[in-house]
């Protein structure tokens, strides 16, 4: 049984940044393409990035691009994300996901997810 686990969430003032991380065990991920998600209250989940098992290729909302970099260690088997210049409507729970196989982004058959980790900016 493959878990997710997130970690890093928090509340920071807007501009700053947060390093989310999570961590996969259970089996290797290392062939899985990987993402994040985030859902703010009363809105539906929405994906925020992604990255290919090789890392390879990335994917960005375009709301985060610039800001956000999302990248993987298939030898630790864990994805990072890591999250500037924050803006108080990113306040959301944000979700690991891992999907194989691969079809395109945003992932769209995610297999696992994590629990989430609540990221709060304050104005």
């Known amino acids: 049984?493959?878990?997710?686990?997130?970690?890093?969430?928090?509340?920071?003032?807007?501009?700053?940044?947060?390093?989310?991380s999570c961590a996969a065990s259970g089996r290797s991920?290392?062939?899985?393409?990987?993402?994040?998600?985030?859902?703010?209250?009363?809105?539906e989940r929405e994906f925020?990035?992604?990255?290919?098992?090789?890392?390879?290729?990335?994917?960005?909302?375009?709301s985060v691009k610039g800001r956000f970099t999302i990248s993987r260690d298939n030898t630790k088997n864990t994805l990072t994300l890591q999250m500037n210049s924050l803006k108080p409507e990113e306040s959301a729970v944000y979700y690991c996901a891992a999907e194989f196989p691969f079809s395109r982004f945003p992932l769209r058959n995610v297999d696992y997810w994590g629990q989430?980790?609540?990221v709060t900016v304050s104005s």
């Open 29 to 43: 991920l290392s062939s899985y393409a990987m993402g994040w998600f985030r859902q703010a209250p009363g809105k």
């Open 116 to 118: 989430g980790t609540q």
């Open 48 to 62: 925020v990035a992604g990255i290919l098992w090789s890392a390879s290729s990335t994917y960005y909302a375009d």
């Open 1 to 20: 049984q493959v878990q997710l686990v997130e970690s890093g969430g928090g509340s920071v003032q807007a501009g700053g940044s947060l390093r989310l």
